[in-house]
């Protein structure tokens, strides 16, 4: 076992060795005693059921707000994107226009050349 389960364990079982000691030597009669410790248990559950719904509402928070700003950046990605599209399709609408330029220079030339 791991040490974290031989912890809980130990310290459940100190726990109901404490309540048994407890219930042996209360001053109260025994009925008082366990109903002392129910409620103590009761009030432990409650606890820890608060607390779990705190850290559960605070989790589902936080993931709303992830998804949130995921989506923002994801519009923001594909705006950029498209703005990038832009700029590398008249870029090599440029340089294809360079591109049959030059052609069009090589051509006359090699024309002329033949016709010497």
């Keep these: ?12 079982l100190g726990a109901a060795i404490g309540a048994g000691v407890g219930i042996l030597f209360a001053p109260d009669k025994g009925s008082k005693t366990r109903e002392k410790i129910k409620d103590g248990f009761d009030e432990a559950k409650d606890n820890l059921k608060h607390k779990f719904e705190d850290v559960t509402h605070q989790l589902r928070k936080k993931f709303e707000g992830s998804k949130h700003n995921m989506e923002e950046t994801y519009e923001e990605m594909v705006s950029n994107m498209s703005y990038k599209t832009e700029d ?3 870029f090599l609408e440029t340089k294809l226009a360079d591109l049959k330029e030059q052609n069009a220079k090589l ?9 010497n």
């Design 107 to 115: 051509q006359k030339k090699q024309l002329a050349n033949h016709e």
């Design 88 to 90: 590398v399709i008249s």
């Design 1 to 12: 076992m791991s040490n974290n389960t031989n912890s809980v364990l130990a310290l459940l």
